[in-house]
Structure formats: C-alpha cells, structure tokens
C-alpha cells in the first residue's frame, strides 16, 4: 500500500512477499530479515538521498498500480 501511495520503502526480506513486490530490491529497499540494525541503516541512508526516494517512489508507485490494481487482477480472474 505505502509503495501504490509513493512511498520510498525498505522491508525485511521475508520468505513471501517483500522481493516479490518490490522486483528483487529494485522498487524497495530489502534488508536480511529479522535484522533491525541493518533496517535502521538503510532507512537513514534513505532518507538522505532524496533523488533516489523519489525515483523509487515514483517507479514503485506506477508499478504496484499497474500490477496489482483492480482492473489488472480481474483481468487474471477472467483471462
């Protein structure tokens, strides 16, 4: 949801779900799971790159719309 709003993410690299959503790290920061010192790390480095938070906003934003809208998973239902 944050990622379909515009929001720079970092998530834990979690069995499901995270690498999936975010194309291998490329749409979302992803850390090694369970790993909140690594997570805090990346969140500061981040938010000190205000180029790269918007890029990765605005291709994740365009993304998670364009995969996972309404119209994009009725289509897979009827297809």
Known sequence: EAMACGVPCVANDCPTGPRELSCDGTLAVLVTNSNPI??????????????????????????????YSTAAIAATWDG
């Open 38 to 67: 690594a997570f805090a790390q990346a969140l500061a480095k981040l938010t000190n790159d205000d180029d790269r938070m918007t890029r990765m906003a605005d291709m994740a934003a365009e993304h998670v719309r364009d995969r």
